[in-house]
């Protein structure tokens, strides 16, 4: 019973990761930047969520409002901060990202207050006990808003012209472009789709949380960090699998080596030892 | 006075902290974001040991010593994968530290070493030597750089597989940089330590490493007095902008974001640019 | 040449005119960006209303006091440098700490060099009194709160098993010390304890296990913005223990986070809200009134240490900074956190409040007076 109460904690948590983990990854593949600002958009999901939910009393109009606006928000980052930079060396675009993140956290700060923002009246509140296991509404939903997302960028990038597009630029730019891909355009759904990702994962955890504090996304910046190494940079698939793995991993974790490991170690151990054994990751990139 | 004493010696240890990374990123190519940990590992072995009743020289040699060959362990890990996946890597390295250090209650847990020895020098006296283990550290990476080590470091970071078929065993530079380099982390922990007499997990964390990573950038990878300014400057910066205290952060943010876009090679281009600018001017008012 | 001289001649008549309006000044060092910063922003918002206070009330000795402050971020790094500022530069008569542990700790050493009296006033270090004779601290030290609170769980509300979800740093740790210390003692058996780290907001693998625990109380530690997820999961949950928290709990925003989950709560505190004490009543009435937010223990701490500073100096007549500690050492002043009163080491002797929530306010629930519990450490 505890042990199927920690999975599930687990996974919905790893569901959340992958969600955020997976614009970062998207990103690096594409552009192989490690897009550290990416945790500073979970937290602009997280805050547009409760603004407008808190203004037109809908939840629904809410999260769609956060992920579209914060989609639109990652490309705007794209056109201002990275493209300038594509051709510099690696370090270059990290630390613009880290200096951008870090303003981002001190916008939202000074605008929204250090305390934080909560819901008028926070939705999904309720709860469903399923075989012992009580889970929230809020929960349940974050599960399955995950879930929703990831299949259906699996579905759009295997069966829609535009998401094979996407995918044969990911792999090979240059050849993509010489059969008429517009490699720029990928590149703004690239971040379009990442960003509003990670805007769905801030909206649930504002719900899970009632709380959206200007740091909301320090932990998910370093970490996605390793969930997408752990994964294989580059591997959508593989970042997911990662996530679920390294959310199991920090629930157990958390409670069975809680004397030994604080939860980000766990986290950075794992990684550490697959690398030391699979250098590129879980799954390589493709 | 001692306030400026107190500042400057804070500058002093940021410079050294900053040089020792510049080694490893600047000058051998390696992408390390956990180096504050090493600084922690110099700290912690300088305050336990001190507090034991070791003297203040051999307390500061052995952090040195601890340092380095963590670091070297830590270098092995780098010989097993590359650039962005080492990036990540030693920043895990940098959290698995602390979440080890957080839960060992004989080097303090979460409540830190207080009440750290004074190695008695007086305050003008600390400053100096930091001055002179800043400037020494100065010297010896400007004489490494020019030096075939130090070509053999550029080969390195410039192309791994190139510099191999050349037949550099890059993997035995590899580790040297990061020793070197890790070991200086562990004297400007050391110093730290007895500087501020309180140390905590919290002081080595990821934000410390990102703050040294981003003194090197600044300063321009690989430029020795670059990185000197830079980490001279930035580590104070909190103090010079005390008169925007509630925008220090977000100017800190927005100027590291706007260097990199602007100038990624740091003050050491812009002041190389200047220079090229104000000889190009010359070249042609000479007429020749 | 003489238009230098001259020029130096009205800029220091200028000086000597300023000086005649002269202030008092109080030095603070808080964390007001950063990951402390809502901390940071409570405390030095409690201390501006107690200068106010004062101020209004005629000043002390016939001259207006006037903070200091600096923003130190909650880094010891920074509060070094910042106390020797406010102590060479500045020239402040006391120096008080609104930021945590770990800058109280450091920028003590300086004061206690400098022999300039510091107060802390929420960061609970052990070691920040122990810096010495000029150092005095104004809130509970974590362990003689942490033993109230087993007094609380066993003796008062009578429960038998606990389990303790304990926040990861040296506010959660020596609460917990304290608790464990007299856990016996009042009959109470600690089941498991579970370390969370300050960032954590999702509780859930903790939570069931909590549930598989099945404890009659949780003794909680951590701030509202760990406090308020995790009571608000643990009730979603089906756990029906009593929770037992302390002052970080000790604040408006925690219920509007926990919403109807914080019904019930018990804390640990020093601010009574249903208090008869006409400085703790005027204090919550024109803090709300003054910021707009409600007041939480955190500004009652910095509201508290100032009041303590401006009464120091005015018994010690001047702003001679031995005569003010030796002031401060004989203080016996009703503030909005209790009577206060300090023993050998500069620690505070006063009663621990129980709060509890009901109807979504903190309401008076017990008072913890015993002595011998609540003595905290001499040395």
Redesign the interface.
Known sequence: MLFFDLLVQGLLQGGIYALIAIGLTLVYGLLRILHVAHAGLYTLGGYIAILITNATGSFTLGITVSMVSVGFMGMVIYRLIYQPILEKPPFVALIASIGLFIAMEEIYRIVFGAYGITFADAPLQGTLNIAGIYLRHCEIGALLLAALLITSLSLFTRYSRIGIAWRATVTDPGMSQSFGVDVIKVRYLNFFIGSAMAAGAGSMVAVMNNLVEPTMGSVPSYKALAIIVLGGLGNVRGTVIAALIIGVAEAFGTIYLGNILDRDSIAFALLILVLMVKPTGLFSKG | MQYEISLLTIMGISIIAALSLNLIVGFCGQISLGHAAFLGVGAYTSAMLTKAGVPFTAAVAASMLMAGIIGTVVGFTSLRVREDFLAITTMGVGFLFLGIVRKQDFLGGEMGIAMIPDPGLGKVGYLVLVLLLAATLALFSIYLKRSWMGFTFDAVADDEDTANLVGIDVSSYKLIAFAMGTAFAGLAGALYAHNIKFIDPESFGFVESITILSMVVIGGTGSVWGVTIAAGVLSIFPMWFQFIDDYKLLVYGGLLCMIMLFSPDGLSGIFGRFLNTIRGKNFNASGQ | MSKGLLFLALTSTFAVTATAAETIKIGINVP????A??D??SALNGAKLATEQVNSAGGINGKQLELV???D?A????S???A??L???DKVTVGISCSY??AT??AA?IYQSAEVPYISAYAI?P?IT??GNYTFRTSFVGEVQGRAGAKLAGKILKKKRAVLITL???F???LVTGFREKAESYDVTIVNE????I????F??????V??DNPDVIYATGYF?TA??LV??LR???VKATIIGQEGFDTQ?FI????SASEGVIITTSLDRDSNSQESQEFIAQYEKMFN?KTDMVAASGHTAVKVAADAIKRAGSTDRSAVRDAIAKTDLTASTGTISFNSLGEVIKNVQVQIVKDGQFRHYAVISDPELLAPPVD
């Open positions: 007001l960006t950063g990951f910063a809502s940071g922003t402050v600096y923003d971020q880094s010891p790094k920074q070094v440098p910042i020797t500022k102590i060479e530069k542990s770990g700790r450091a050493g270090h070691d122990r810096a990861n740093n040296d959660g740790k020596s579970y370390p969370y780290s960032k954590d907001r999702q859930g693998p903790i939570v069931a296990k549930k598989a913005f308020g997820p608000s999961q979603a949950a089906g925003t509007k986070i926990a919403g937010h």
